[in-house]
């Protein structure tokens, strides 16, 4: 016998018992046989339908649903390279984005993020990075390299506290749109790198904590570092520094 005759009788078998009938005898089960449960009943029709759509398709299984299409690089055609337009004003590595970003279809395609344009500046000479000792924080300036192309620091007063930033004028803007296919390489590798680290904070999630990891723990967390720099930093989830924290008695529940 085939597996599409032992499907087949099965089914058979399946849909009488769904009927309240015994598939030996043909007969009628009493009323209060279990298989007249309404419950059993429908789980039997359930799974006879299920045999029918295997035995229609010639006993091969439904193919599990797709995964979601992976999104492509980020990338931008030359005629869209072109019709970038520098702002007069001074802007954030953030609105950069944001006006390359307009041009590309979120649904099917990684972004340009603002730390690919930094991350890429720095790279190439015109950035550097200044770390904060308490909290581990780092923070880029330019070099004279990139204060001669027209990144200068910025500031704004956020209700609470003078805050500085990086602001590039139309000149850096436009070297930034002239160097977009160098960042967008950069912006390939970064999605990889989180990636990466994705999976590094997933393995970790369970590994024990060293007297050492608890001291800089503390140390950064009473330093003013946020769970995401502590999470980056020691390579776990997010939830499991939480834990921790909780664990020391620096965090309540």
């Not at 020691?234 to 020391?248: I, S």
Request: glycine letters at 6%.
């Amino acid at each position: 016998m085939t597996d599409l005759e032992v499907m087949k009788r099965a089914q058979m078998y399946i849909e009488k018992l769904a009927n309240g009938v015994d598939p030996l005898t043909n007969r009628q089960v009493a009323d209060n046989d279990i298989i007249n449960n309404v419950r059993i009943s429908r789980c039997l029709f359930y799974v006879s339908d299920v045999l029918k759509g295997v035995i229609a398709s010639g006993g091969r299984e439904k193919e599990p649903a797709r995964k979601a299409k992976e999104k492509l690089d980020f990338s931008l055609t030359q005629q869209q390279i072109a019709s970038l337009c520098a702002q007069p004003q001074e802007i954030s590595a953030t609105r950069i984005a944001s006006a390359v970003n307009a041009l590309v279809d979120r649904e099917t395609m990684h972004v340009l993020t603002a730390t690919a344009i930094t991350g890429w500046l720095k790279e190439a000479g015109f950035l550097y990075d200044v770390t904060n000792a308490a909290t581990g924080r780092l923070r880029k300036l330019p070099t004279e390299q990139g204060m001669a192309i027209g990144i200068s620091e910025g500031e704004f007063f956020d209700g609470v506290t003078e805050r500085k930033y990086l602001v590039y004028n139309a000149e850096a803007q436009q070297f930034v749109f002239d160097n977009i296919e160098p960042i967008a390489e950069f912006c390939k590798r970064e999605y990889a790198q989180k990636a990466a680290l994705k999976q590094i904070k997933r393995d970790n999630k369970d590994k024990l904590w060293t007297k050492q990891e608890d001291e800089q723990l503390c140390q950064m967390y009473q330093g003013g570092a946020s769970f995401k720099r502590l999470s980056d930093h020691f390579e776990r989830p997010q939830c499991a520094v939480k834990a921790r924290l909780r664990q020391l008695g620096l965090l309540e529940t």
